[in-house]
């Protein structure tokens, strides 16, 4: 789903300097966001508003929509037309081997949140596409462990706190990461340490290649949503709710599927059991 892909921008060392601050900075937001700025309550003889209001679990609301406005200026101002440009000069065969490089570069940190949410065999299987993809795939250009029978195995920090029976707790909107809540927010600083880049030695080289994957990931991530984006802008009643609900609604799917696909699999290429 769109909105948790761009809301997810994957280093100690070598992250580029709004993410190490954003990185730290998204539980104190939260906190701030909570004594800044609350949604007022119906009262209680409203009970079907009353009833809204908790389904909703948006208690700092209106500063969720304030950040929500700031980020669609940065977004209708910066991020677009980026993407755009970006468009217009690469072909979808150069974005696609671009996002095969951005997910092979996230896959160590699931190895963890795969195994401390006890699901061994998704975490077996992302170490495998690291190993491979890195090898044969030239650094995660190519994905041939997908062709091997490894499908892409999604989760974060979130996620495992999920599995762990942590709430989803309240809606957040996050400046420049977009939708998130009380427990995701911590995939950041999980996911500041979790990447190939943290345990490499300090240098000039490696500053470099933290920025430039990390522009590049955002500018991708952004093009591949041009239209679906610009549709829900144009055509939803109220945007921000809509964005709300699809994060919800992507958040549980991953949520699902993560349960439902830890059983035991064998690859394509090797003997298939008799049924």
């Not at 761009?6 to 100690?12: D, F, Q, S, T, V």
């Not at 990185?23 to 309550?41: K, N, R």
């Not at 009353?50 to 669609?72: G, K, L």
């Not at 996050?174 to 880049?197: C, H, K, M, Q, Y």
Request: aromatic letters at 12%; a negative charge; proline letters at 8%.
């Amino acid at each position: 789903m769109l909105t948790s892909k761009l809301a997810r921008a994957k280093k100690a060392k070598a992250v580029p300097k709004f993410r190490n601050f954003a990185a730290w900075s998204a539980p104190v937001i939260l906190l701030s966001g909570l004594l800044s700025g609350c949604a007022t309550p119906p009262p209680a003889s409203d009970t079907a508003g009353t009833q809204a209001f908790e389904e909703q679990n948006d208690p700092i609301e209106p500063a969720n929509r304030f950040f929500y406005a700031v980020n669609d200026k940065i977004d209708h101002y910066a991020f677009k037309p980026l993407a755009e440009g970006y468009v217009d000069i690469t072909t979808v065969g150069i974005r696609n081997h671009v996002g095969d490089f951005v997910t092979n570069f996230s896959e160590p940190g699931r190895v963890v949140y795969f195994m401390f949410g006890g699901k061994s065999r998704d975490a077996g299987t992302a170490l495998v596409r690291f190993l491979v993809n890195s090898t044969a795939g030239f650094g995660g250009i190519f994905d041939p462990a997908t062709a091997l029978g490894y499908q892409e195995t999604d989760t974060d920090f979130g996620l495992t706190l999920a599995e762990w029976g942590v709430p989803a707790g309240p809606y957040l909107y996050l400046p420049i990461f977009g939708p998130s809540g009380a427990r995701d927010v911590f995939s950041l600083p999980a996911e500041f340490f979790l990447t190939p880049l943290e345990p490499a030695p300090s240098s000039l080289g490696v500053r470099i290649f933290g920025y430039s994957e990390t522009a590049l990931h955002l500018v991708n991530t952004r093009a591949q949503f041009i239209q679906p984006i610009d549709q829900i802008e144009a055509t939803a009643l109220d945007p921000y709710a809509t964005f709300r609900s699809l994060y919800r609604q992507e958040r549980a799917s991953q949520l699902q599927q993560i349960d439902q696909r830890n059983v035991l699999t064998t690859p394509d290429w090797f003997p298939q059991p008799a049924h």
